[in-house]
């Protein structure tokens, strides 16, 4: 039996939920940069207000629970605004049922409709090969690595690896 999972705009309500889910997932070493408590449901809020007009903010669920979240954010200054900043999280529990793919498809279908979308950017930690080749399904490639970019612990670091799409 395929699971059935819908993929809708992210509302200001999901905050908590997301929040919640990306906080579980940065205590996985190596899939987020920022640490637990970095994360604020007021943070989660605020970047749904913004991304409604501006970028494309979505979130995949199940019977009504979200599963994981995605969203294309146009960087700033001016001068680097047709250049969107990709995340996606699949929440703990759900991982290789196709969410990141589904999510993915969405996003990279809005960034095609949209004139403002020339190029997408995103990072992924050395150690992620599951995200890494997900990006590449789509059509990124790699664009540099930053090495010792991410601190895990005394002496234990991780790459960053950028890559990008043009449109």
């Not at 999901?14 to 637990?36: F, R, W, Y």
């Not at 001068?79 to 991982?95: C, E, N």
């Not at 010792?148 to 005394?154: F, S």
Request: aromatic share 8%.
């Amino acid at each position: 039996m395929t699971e059935t999972f819908t993929i809708r705009p992210a509302a200001i309500s999901d905050a908590d939920t997301l929040c919640t889910a990306e906080q579980e997932t940065a205590k996985i070493p190596g899939l987020l940069v920022s640490q637990p408590h970095e994360l604020t449901i007021a943070a989660f809020e605020k970047k749904i207000r913004l991304l409604s007009p501006k970028g494309c903010y979505l979130v995949a669920e199940k019977n009504g629970i979200p599963v994981g979240h995605a969203l294309l954010e146009p960087m700033s200054p001016q001068a680097m605004s047709h250049v969107f900043s990709l995340t996606i999280i699949v929440h703990p529990g759900y991982l290789k049922r196709g969410i990141g793919t589904m999510l993915m498809e969405a996003l990279m279908a809005w960034a095609k409709r949209s004139p403002e979308v020339e190029k997408v950017e995103l990072r992924v930690r050395e150690g992620n090969a599951p995200a890494k080749a997900l990006y590449r399904r789509f059509g990124f490639v790699e664009e540099g690595i930053l090495s010792k970019r991410i601190k895990l612990g005394e002496h234990v670091y991780l790459a960053d690896i950028f890559m990008g799409r043009h449109f």
